[in-house]
């Protein structure tokens, strides 16, 4: 008598998750626009059974990527009609700064991987329970405590000269201390040092640093500079005391500034990977591109002034190999000269002259004069 088929249903729960899991991968990057998508979707596997839908769902909602308010408001109603869900939330990259994404940083409080937008919205000022956006944004980023990846992205129109995204780089880079597992950071956009004519204040409404009575907040690495320094300098300082951190990303810079350079002090950091801006990579891969970079530019021929910094860029970004130049077209070859020296079209004086000026053809391109 043969033995059964077997069937999904009977393998172990354990080895169906397991497959269930390689099967649903749920990287955090923009989806397809709706003319490329399939009609098929990782949603269909709810549809089979409800052994197989039990198993899935905290697979689906482990790692969740949102790019409108909308669907932020969506994921919102559904978490509280269904709180515990929330604790299956891992990855999480969020739309502009909204209420509803800061409503879920409260309510995801497992995070592991966080993916940020440095920009709002809206442009008009909002208020969360009678809190200043900015403010409830920050604390909400205070109340994560399992922070291991961090990812920061700011779209083309977003400025950091303006106060309200500066805003957002000061809430993160005062929630970093309170994130001892911080291990991978991706800045991605180009990292520049604070101008002097940054404002060094905000105004009280875009305030990140007003936090309520029970809330205390680690405080920041102090640098020995007597001003406030600016969002740019406070991440980058805060970085550079992180303990766990191993992995910084970030954009190549067109020029030289110190902000790579301070993060680079930190003692536990192993590589430095720096993307070429002009490459569409993902951020969600932390730098491990192969594509490489050429070590030329303002900012890599002052980089090798610091010993360090060039170990970690070498430890993190592949170098491009450099190629030949290759010219256009073939050599032409020097005209043979008459046996007295003499130039055919001009005797006398204009003999040597010529004789130089034929030289000077003898190579073409290369540029390569050679005298009889």
Not at 188 to 208: E, N, V, Y
Not at 229 to 244: D, K, Q, R, W, Y
Request: charged content about 15%; proline content about 13%.
């Amino acid at each position: 008598m043969s033995s059964p088929t077997p069937t999904p249903t009977t393998l172990p729960e354990e080895i169906l998750e397991r497959i269930l899991q390689l099967a649903l991968p749920a990287p955090l990057a923009i989806p397809r626009p709706a003319w490329l998508r399939s009609p098929r979707h990782r949603l269909a596997l709810l549809h089979t059974s409800r052994q197989l839908t039990r198993i899935a769902t905290p697979l689906l909602y482990a790692s969740i990527s949102l790019t409108t308010p909308a669907s932020a408001a969506a994921l919102v109603h559904t978490l509280h009609d269904q709180p515990h869900l929330a604790a299956h939330v891992r990855a999480l990259a969020l739309p502009p700064v909204c209420t509803p994404a800061i409503e879920l940083l409260r309510l995801c409080t497992k995070l592991t991987t966080l993916d940020l937008d440095i920009s709002f919205c809206t442009s008009v000022a909002e208020d969360v329970d009678g809190v200043p956006l900015e403010q409830a944004f920050a604390r909400a980023l205070l109340s994560l405590k399992d922070t291991t990846h961090l990812t920061l992205r700011k779209p083309a129109g977003v400025y950091l000269s303006r106060p309200r995204p500066r805003a957002l780089i000061h809430a993160v880079a005062r929630a970093v201390p309170a994130w001892p597992r911080l291990s991978t950071v991706d800045i991605a956009f180009k990292l520049s040092d604070d101008t002097p004519t940054s404002p060094p204040s905000f105004l009280p409404s875009f305030s990140p640093f007003i936090l309520p009575p029970t809330t205390t907040a680690a405080p920041l690495p102090q640098s020995p500079a007597s001003t406030p320094s600016g969002p740019v300098t406070a991440l980058t300082t805060a970085l550079a005391a992180a303990p766990a951190l191993h992995t910084f990303t970030t954009r190549l810079p067109s020029v030289w500034n110190a902000a790579i350079l301070t993060v680079a002090a930190n003692p536990t950091l192993t590589r430095v990977v720096l993307v070429d801006p002009r490459a569409n990579t993902s951020s969600s891969t932390y730098g491990n591109s192969s594509a490489g970079l050429a070590p030329t530019g303002l900012f890599m021929m002052e980089a090798r002034r610091h010993a360090r910094l060039v170990d970690l860029i070498r430890a993190g970004t592949p170098a491009m190999p450099r190629t030949r130049a290759h010219t256009m077209g073939s050599p032409t070859p020097s005209p043979p000269l008459p046996a007295d020296g003499a130039h055919p079209a001009a005797p006398g004086a204009s003999a040597k002259m010529g004789n130089k000026r034929e030289g000077a053809v003898g190579l073409g391109i290369l540029g390569v004069g050679v005298e009889a």
